[in-house]
């Protein structure tokens, strides 16, 4: 678990960024204050290792902060200006948050310390991750708990960067994954990666023009690696 320290002069950002941490998984809070002073002692005891901290305070400024630590504990900036980034990866802060902070962009930030902590120490708890327990379903990890989905309702899977959306006939669900462990999990009969953004499911398959297949309302792109093999399967069920 990373223990999380929150430092930021306006209640309701510290509102907002408790409620983010509590969704998490692998972080856990320690505190919140509006105060830099009480912020800056509970670094120093070693009591935290990752602060959230905003950069205009009244007794001392996020960049003041910074220097003072001297890189005790990872730090992440939360802020509505953008000017002070620069200043902030100089001094080595993990990620620059924009406020108002969207929680995939928490997420994300997150896990930058989560991946940093298991490069540089011993192995660390996976991210989110798809577990198949059987050939029917398989659980996902979103923001907030753990999801069942039947492999039946399944239409398509998108990647984007750091995270997939499974999308069903009723609703898009986003969990923090990877394309090839997605596709790892999948039974192969069923699904077939046709894209590097996209898995797909063979059975909702409703027509197929030259590089285009059409799920539903959605058209989604054959990409040149995976031509030969999607069109070899889609032959092997061809019947005409």
């Given at each position: ?25 692998f972080?856990?809070?320690?505190k ?21 901290l ?29 000017q ?28 930058k ?95 197929i023009?030259r ?30």
């Open positions: 678990m990373i223990r999380c320290l929150v430092v930021d002069d306006e209640p309701l950002a510290l509102d907002i960024l408790e409620d983010y941490i509590k969704k998490v998984p972080l856990t809070l320690v919140t204050t509006t105060s830099a002073i009480e912020g800056l002692s509970l670094v120093q005891s070693g009591a935290v290792d990752l602060v959230f905003d950069v205009q305070m009244p007794e001392l400024t996020g960049i003041q902060f910074l220097k003072i630590i001297n890189g005790k504990c990872d730090v992440i900036l939360t802020t509505a200006y953008s002070y980034a620069l200043d902030g990866y100089e001094l080595d802060v993990v990620d620059y948050l924009l406020k108002p902070i969207a929680f995939d962009r928490f997420y994300k930030a997150a896990q310390v989560l991946q940093n902590k298991g490069n540089n120490h011993s192995p660390v708890p996976e991210s989110p991750v798809v577990q198949q327990n059987n050939h029917d379903f398989i659980f996902v990890k979103t923001e907030h708990k753990i999801q069942k989905i039947y492999l039946d309702d399944i239409l398509y899977i998108e990647g984007l960067k750091d995270y997939i959306s499974i999308f069903t006939g009723t609703e898009r669900i986003i969990t923090l994954q990877n394309m090839k462990k997605m596709e790892e999990s999948l039974p192969p009969k069923s699904f077939i990666r046709v894209h590097k953004s996209y898995i797909i499911s063979l059975g909702k398959i409703e027509s023009e590089s285009r297949i059409q799920i539903g309302d959605k058209t989604i792109p054959i990409g040149d690696t995976y031509r030969d093999y999607f069109f070899k399967q889609i032959e092997d069920k061809n019947i005409g």
